[in-house]
């Protein structure tokens, strides 16, 4: 066993107490099925391409309760407007949370004063999202001391976005801590929810966020991942759609040295569709790996991923995309498309973009590149009096602007600045604007 | 080349017909260091062919089958395998009328030449013509060139330095548990040597072979390609070859040296199995060449037979300036399973490669396309353009891909395209209303399908292949 796995199974051994029975169970069964399966490592064949030889290495302790001040709030990126709930160290931060602007009949708070006043609302999606068999769900239902919680009644329309906010303050050693978070939205819902992901020194943030789409919902998640640069970041994010929904997640990832950020879509109604898009922003030593399935298994619905990554220095971006089409999702279209910019020599880029049909009336197909900055545009714009790492910055930008546009506009222009400033020369662009 | 040609050349087999003193002259089932020994010796083998297939089963036995393929089959017990029995002569038939009906109209449907299906079918046919002129003149041509074809067994006797030099160099002994076990038991296979500069004035096949018939299942072939030559070879036939043997685990191994050009067609219609995928044929197979300096690897396969097939012809892409090609069509009916796909590793530098794969899918077969694109770290200005199409016919197939990319180079390009889709009403019902019967149309629509692949094949091969396509699919639809 490694150190991590040592350390992680010493907390294990001493579960939280308290809950309904239900939460227990679930408790209980990840803290056996991470016993049973431990950390991945690249021999297993989804995580073949990113190695948390690191993370094992560390002697891991569980996030203890930390309360960030002014500048500390500052520094994780300020508090984003309400309605919101702020997580540090995966438990409900009361004082820095805001509710206000909330429809009626909505509910948002911590996951535990929600299983100790309402398991029956909580119990039938409570830990029921897609993830068999995998180590860091494990992990989470077994030592997660909290949570965010979002009950959206039939017909809600929230005004503004939701924004959920994780940040992880590591103490003098390397913290693990456990952000989860589940939305659940009943039918014909309207919703934005924001997950940002921020935190400070070292640590290992495994999160799982479940929502779950009720008929005819219509549900946007945006995802800012922004974590300090020596953390470890997997976040998982499972997503069940009734009929007739609309799903989009919109993920961005900036920060963490290695960072899964890893999309489970079950389509288990007719006539759904589901968004999944990315851009990753990785220099440095940085690892950033995106893993996407998606489960049709319902006729005619429609999937889409796009996923776009810049890549500087040593940087290794991963990009996993798996279509399930079963047997009977007739009429099921379902289109993926991963495309890299690699800027330097070191930069490297894996790609798996996978199909598995098992219906015959589709309509599947996938698509990837992987190239280097155009030398005619490069050569172009320096002929119209722009120097180098300008021109270089702008056709960058250019490469990566389409997946800002694509989100929602109460985060556009903050995600527009985010990115600018994480691009080789970036600030020239700023400078320019 | 002529019919006639053909015809003559077909003849010379029962010249070599298996009169030796092979009765009886088989290993007891099992597989041990002195059974690897028996069969060297057996075949007079030097002592380092000895050393190497040793070393291979040493190493095979530290190794587990693997199971990641899309692919499932019954577990295969390896001590019940017989692995050394000499060759001995098929049944022979009296004539044509003998032959079993089902095979004989495969024959016809697929327009093969009537000396051709007796030969085929393995009836006794009087040698009209003189069959030692024949295989003496084609030898001969060949020989002026300088140009080595022969079996395995022979190579070793006659060219062990080549062999001793260039066997392993592309698919080392303990390259993976099919092809250690392979280079353990090998019984033979063909090898083709052709000199610096030569270009290989006919295609060489395995259909016109003169020797290496009842390779077996743990066949090998060696084809070095010298510097600046080219040779184009065929392996397999369209017609069904029966085999009692259900394991085939053949290791292909392509040398093209600087500048040289390699072809190699492959059609392979082993029996399948009945339509609940009993008793066909496994087809495990390691392909792989290694292209130097602007030499040019073109894989081209038609894969519709065995009941599983799983092979991935590849291209170590090591020379500046080398070409890898890969152009497949693999049909799965019925029950068959079949995984395959290429890899192409990119070494050097402005090295390219394109992938052309065509699966379909049918009644409860299983499609899966493989492949991995690797840019190296030094193969800058790398490019490679993969296309991987599935067609699906009837709601109780699959149809799966499954590329990996790999980049480690910024200046490399990779474009990778999939599409998945089944055949339109509407093509099916313009076919029929120009008075197609849907047979006819399904055929025609998947031979438009499989086009960019069949184009690749010499031309004799691709008009076999179509119609091949055509016959696999038969009771698919409807």
Same mark, same amino acid.
């Given at each position: 066993?490694?150190?991590?796995?040592?350390?992680?199974?010493?907390?294990?051994?001493?579960? @939280? =107490?308290?809950?309904? @029975?239900?939460?227990?169970?679930?408790?209980?069964?990840?803290?056996?099925?991470?016993?049973?399966?431990?950390?991945?490592?690249?021999? !297993?064949?989804?995580?073949?391409?990113?190695?948390?030889?690191?993370?094992?290495?560390?002697?891991?302790?569980?996030?203890?309760?930390?309360?960030?001040? @002014?500048?500390a709030v500052e520094r994780l990126g300020g508090l984003p407007p309400a309605p919101r709930l702020v997580l540090v160290n995966g438990r409900l931060d009361a004082a820095l949370?805001?509710?206000?602007?909330?429809? =009626?009949?909505?509910?948002?708070?911590?996951?535990?004063?929600?299983?100790?006043?309402?398991?029956?609302?909580?119990?039938?999606?409570?830990?029921?999202?897609?993830?068999?068999? !995998?180590?860091?769900?494990?992990?989470?239902?077994?030592?997660?001391?909290?949570?965010?919680?979002?009950?959206?009644?039939?017909?809600?329309?929230?005004?503004?976005?939701?924004?959920?906010? !994780?940040?992880?303050?590591?103490?003098?050693?390397?913290?693990?801590?456990?952000?989860?978070?589940?939305?659940?939205?009943?039918?014909?819902?309207?919703?934005?929810?924001?997950?940002?992901?921020?935190?400070?020194?070292?640590?290992?943030?495994?999160?799982?966020?479940?929502?779950w789409l009720g008929d005819e919902s219509r549900v946007e998640l945006v995802r800012l991942q922004r974590e300090a640069p020596e953390a470890f970041h997997v976040g998982l994010l499972g997503v069940t759609q009734g009929a007739g929904t609309r799903f989009a997640a919109r993920s961005v990832a900036l920060g963490a040295r290695v960072a899964r950020f890893e999309a489970r879509a079950l389509l288990d109604g007719e006539g759904?569709?589901?968004?999944?898009?990315g851009l990753y922003v990785a220099g440095g030593a940085q690892v950033h790996d995106h893993f996407v399935h998606v489960d049709h298994a319902r006729p005619r619905g429609t999937s889409r991923e796009l996923f776009k990554g810049v890549l500087d220095g040593q940087a290794r971006g991963v990009f996993t995309g798996r279509?399930?089409?079963?047997?009977? @999702?007739?009429?099921?279209?379902?289109?993926?498309v991963s495309s890299n910019l690699l800027l330097s020599e070191d930069a490297t880029v894996d790609a798996r973009p996978q199909l598995e049909i098992l219906a015959d009336d589709v309509k599947c197909s996938h698509g990837g590149t992987v190239g280097q900055l155009d030398e005619e545009a490069l050569f172009y714009l320096r002929s119209r009096g722009v120097d180098r790492s300008t021109a270089r910055a702008m056709l960058t930008w250019a490469f990566a602007a389409e997946m800002v546009e694509r989100l929602p506009e109460q985060v556009r222009a903050e995600v527009r600045r985010l990115v600018t400033a994480r691009l080789p020369d970036g600030g020239r662009l700023l400078e320019a604007a | 080349m002529s019919q006639d040609a053909i015809r003559e050349l077909t003849e010379q087999r029962y010249k070599y017909g298996?009169?030796?003193? /092979?009765?009886?002259?088989?290993?007891?089932? +099992?597989?041990?260091e002195e059974i690897i020994r028996l069969i060297s010796a057996k075949k007079g083998e030097p002592e380092f062919l000895l050393q190497w297939r040793l070393k291979a089963y040493r190493h095979w036995l530290t190794m587990v089958e693997p199971r990641w393929a899309a692919v499932k089959y019954a577990p295969i017990d390896y001590q019940k395998i017989v692995y050394y029995s000499a060759p001995r002569p098929k049944k022979q038939l009296g004539s044509l009328d003998e032959v079993d009906p089902e095979l004989k109209r495969a024959f016809e449907k697929l327009g093969i030449p009537l000396a051709e299906q007796a030969r085929l079918a393995g009836v006794a046919v009087d040698a009209v013509f003189d069959s030692v002129s024949v295989a003496t003149t084609y030898k001969g041509k060949l020989a002026e060139k300088g140009i080595v074809f022969c079996s395995f067994s022979e190579a070793v006797k006659d060219h062990p330095d080549l062999v001793e030099r260039w066997l392993g160099s592309v698919v080392p002994a303990g390259d993976n548990f099919f092809a250690a076990l392979n280079s353990a038991v090998f019984s033979d296979g063909s090898f083709v040597y052709v000199p610096r500069g030569v270009r290989c004035p006919m295609e060489l096949s395995t259909y016109f072979r003169i020797n290496a018939e009842n390779t077996g299942q743990f066949e090998r072939t060696l084809i070095v390609a010298d510097e600046g030559s080219y040779v184009s070879y065929l392996e397999g036939c369209t017609a069904p070859m029966r085999d009692e043997n259900q394991l085939h685990a053949a290791v292909v191994e392509l040398v093209a040296l600087p500048g040289a050009e390699i072809k190699y067609s492959t059609v392979q219609n082993w029996y399948p199995g009945d339509a609940e995928g009993r008793g066909g044929i496994f087809n495990f197979v390691t392909k792989r060449a290694k292209a130097m300096e602007?030499?040019? /690897?073109?894989?081209?396969?038609?894969?519709? +037979?065995?009941? /599983?097939?799983?092979k991935y012809p590849s291209c170590i892409l090591q020379g500046d300036d080398s070409v890898g090609e890969f152009y497949s069509v693999a049909l799965a009916n019925h029950r068959q399973q079949a995984d395959t796909g290429t890899k192409m590793i990119h070494i050097g530098k402005r090295t390219r490669s394109t992938i052309v794969s065509k699966g379909i899918s049918a009644g409860r077969g299983q499609n899966t396309y493989r492949g991995l694109v690797r840019m190296q770290k030094g193969a800058t200005g790398a490019r490679n353009h993969s296309q991987c199409d599935s067609l699906l016919i009837g709601d109780e197939c699959g149809a799966h891909t499954f590329p990996y990319i790999e980049v480690k180079n910024p200046t490399g390009q990779v474009e990778h395209e999939a599409t998945t889709s089944r055949i339109a009403e509407d093509q099916l019902f313009y076919c029929r209303q120009r008075g197609l019967s849907e047979e006819d149309a399904v055929s025609m629509i998947v031979n438009g399908f499989a086009r960019r692949v069949l184009k690749e094949l010499p031309m004799e091969f691709a008009v076999e292949a179509q119609k091949l396509l055509g016959m696999s699919l038969e009771g698919s639809v409807g």
């Open positions: 066993m490694s150190r991590a796995e040592e350390s992680l199974a010493r907390a294990l051994d001493a579960p @939280a =107490a308290g809950g309904p @029975a239900f939460a227990a169970a679930l408790r209980r069964a990840g803290a056996d099925d991470f016993r049973r399966l431990k950390l991945p490592t690249t021999r !297993h064949e989804e995580w073949r391409y990113t190695s948390l030889a690191g993370l094992a290495a560390l002697e891991l302790a569980p996030a203890a309760p930390a309360r960030p001040d @002014a500048a949370s805001d509710l206000s602007g909330l429809p =009626a009949g909505a509910f948002a708070g911590s996951l535990t004063a929600a299983l100790r006043e309402r398991p029956a609302a909580l119990e039938p999606f409570l830990g029921r999202a897609p993830f068999r068999d !995998h180590a860091f769900a494990a992990l989470n239902a077994a030592l997660f001391e909290d949570g965010a919680v979002l009950l959206l009644p039939d017909g809600a329309a929230l005004p503004a976005p939701v924004q959920l906010v !994780h940040w992880t303050v590591a103490g003098a050693g390397p913290a693990a801590a456990f952000p989860r978070a589940l939305v659940v939205a009943g039918r014909g819902v309207r919703a934005t929810v924001v997950e940002r992901f921020a935190g400070e020194g070292s640590y290992l943030a495994a999160g799982l966020t479940e929502l759904t569709e589901n968004l999944v898009d279509v399930l089409v079963r047997p009977g @999702a007739q009429k099921t279209d379902a289109g993926q | 298996f009169v030796t003193e /092979i009765e009886a002259d088989q290993a007891p089932p +099992g597989l041990s602007r030499a040019k /690897i073109s894989w081209t396969q038609v894969e519709t +037979g065995s009941a /599983i097939t799983w």
